[in-house]
C-alpha cells in the first residue's frame, strides 16, 4: 500500500454555514491523501497504473466549486469522486481549512479532516 497525495492545495470557495460565507467566499487549504496498491507502477512507469495526482487535483476543485453549508459534507464529496474515479483507492483522507473563519476569534484556521474507506466487497465509502 502506497500514498499519493496533495498537500496545501490553496482554493477560493463559498461554503459556511451562514449566508455571507457562501456570497463572498473565503480561502481554503485542502490536503488530501489517497491510499492505494500501486506497486504495478513502480515497474510499468505509466501513469495509469497509479492515483494521477492531477486528476485528484481536478476533483477537488470541482466539488470545492459547489457551495455548501458544512466542510464535512465536501469532504464526503470529495472522497466520494475520488473513490469514484479510481478504482484502486482503498482508503482517502481529506483535510479542509477554512483560512480567517469568521468566529471571533484570531487563528491560522479551522477546518475538518476525515478519513473514508471503502469496503473491499460492497465499494461503499464509509466514514
Known amino acids: ?3 499519493i497525495f496533495i498537500r496545501n492545495m490553496r482554493l477560493l ?3 459556511g454555514v451562514m449566508r ?3 456570497t463572498v467566499g473565503a480561502e481554503f487549504v485542502v490536503t488530501v491523501e489517497v491510499m492505494a496498491d500501486i506497486q504495478k507502477a513502480f515497474h510499468t512507469d505509466c501513469v495509469e497504473d ?3 495526482y492531477a486528476t485528484i487535483c481536478q476533483l477537488v476543485r470541482k466539488e470545492m466549486d459547489i457551495p455548501s453549508a458544512l466542510l464535512e459534507h ?3 464529496r470529495i472522497a466520494k469522486a475520488i473513490f469514484k474515479e479510481f478504482d484502486k483507492a482503498k482508503e482517502v483522507v481529506v483535510e479542509i481549512i477554512k483560512v480567517n473563519p469568521p468566529m ?6 479551522a477546518g475538518v479532516r476525515e478519513t473514508f474507506t471503502r469496503h473491499d466487497t460492497t465499494d461503499a465509502v464509509v466514514y
Open 104 to 109: 471571533g476569534a484570531q487563528c491560522e484556521g
Open 74 to 76: 465536501v469532504a464526503a
Open 1 to 3: 500500500m502506497a500514498s
Open 13 to 15: 470557495a463559498r461554503h
Open 20 to 22: 455571507q460565507e457562501r
Open 50 to 52: 497509479t492515483i494521477n
